[in-house]
C-alpha cells in the first residue's frame, strides 16, 4: 500500500524568509512523487515531480523539492516565500507498481505574511 | 483552452436525492478521476478510468456510480444522496501512459446533502 504523510497542518513564514513544507511517503516499489498547490476556490495545480534521476527537482513558481530515499523524504522548498505563495500545498505519491492510482497527503496550509 | 470542466459548480440536495456530476476533458487524455476533498483528509480517489468504456473503483467507491460512454467526458452519480457525501469533487485526467506525468484538475463541485 501507498501513502503519504504532511505532518504540518500549517507552515506560516514572512516574506522574504525560506519556505519549506514537509513530506514523507510509505511505498513498495520505487515512488513518483508530486507536489500540487491549491488556491482557494480552485483546482489542483501541478508544481513538480520526481520520477527518477536528480534528487533535487526544480519546478513552476520557484519552488523545488528534494528527494531523499533512506528518509523517506520529499520536502518542497522555496529560498524567498512570496505573499502570493498562500496556499493550500499537497504532496502525493504514486508506485510504480500501482499504475492508475495517486494517493495524497492531508495538505498542509502555507500562509506567508507581508 | 478549457482543459478539465465540471459541471455544476454548486448543488444542494435533499438527503435521498439523486444526481449526476460531469466533467469533461478536451486534451485527449485516456485516464480520468473523480476525486473527493473533506477537510484534513486530502483528496481521496472514488472511482477511475483508464479510458473509454471502462471503470474501476477507487478507495471510497461505496455510494457513488461512473460512466465513461465517450472518451471525453467521465460522469458521476449519486442514487441517493445521504449527508456524508457532503464535499467538494474534483475530476482529473492525464495522459501518460505510466502516469509519470501530472493530473490536471478541473475546478471543482461543491456538494451539500441537507
Excluded at chain 1, 45 to 50: G, P, T
Excluded at chain 1, 62 to 68: D, I, K, T, V
Excluded at chain 2, 53 to 61: M, N
Aim: a positive charge.
Amino acid at each position: 500500500a501507498q501513502s503519504v504523510a504532511q505532518p504540518e497542518d500549517q507552515v506560516n513564514v514572512a516574506e522574504g524568509n525560506p519556505l519549506t513544507v514537509k513530506c514523507t511517503y510509505s511505498v513498495s516499489g520505487n515512488p513518483y512523487l508530486f507536489w500540487y498547490v491549491q488556491y482557494p476556490n480552485r483546482g489542483l495545480q501541478f508544481l513538480l515531480k520526481y520520477i527518477t534521476g536528480d534528487n533535487l527537482v526544480k519546478g513552476s513558481y520557484g519552488f523545488e523539492a528534494e528527494f531523499n530515499k533512506s528518509q523517506t523524504s520529499f520536502h518542497l522548498k522555496k529560498p524567498s516565500a512570496l505573499v502570493s505563495d498562500s496556499a493550500l500545498y499537497f504532496c502525493a505519491v504514486r508506485d510504480e507498481a500501482n499504475d492508475y492510482k495517486l494517493s495524497f497527503g492531508a495538505g498542509t496550509t502555507v500562509t506567508v505574511r507581508a | 483552452n478549457a482543459g478539465v470542466t465540471q459541471t455544476p459548480k454548486f448543488r444542494v440536495l435533499k438527503t435521498g436525492q439523486s444526481m449526476t456530476l460531469l466533467c469533461a476533458q478536451d486534451m485527449n487524455h485516456e485516464y480520468m478521476y473523480w476525486y473527493r476533498q473533506d477537510p484534513g483528509m486530502g483528496l481521496r480517489l472514488i472511482h477511475y478510468s483508464v479510458g473509454e468504456g471502462t471503470t474501476a473503483k477507487g478507495e471510497v467507491p461505496d455510494g457513488y456510480n461512473v460512466s465513461r460512454l465517450k472518451k471525453q467526458n467521465f460522469l458521476l452519480g449519486l442514487e441517493s444522496a445521504a449527508p456524508s457525501q457532503t464535499s467538494v469533487y474534483f475530476c482529473a485526467s492525464s495522459s501518460a501512459k505510466r502516469l509519470t506525468g501530472e493530473l490536471f484538475f478541473g475546478e471543482g463541485s461543491r456538494l451539500t446533502v441537507l
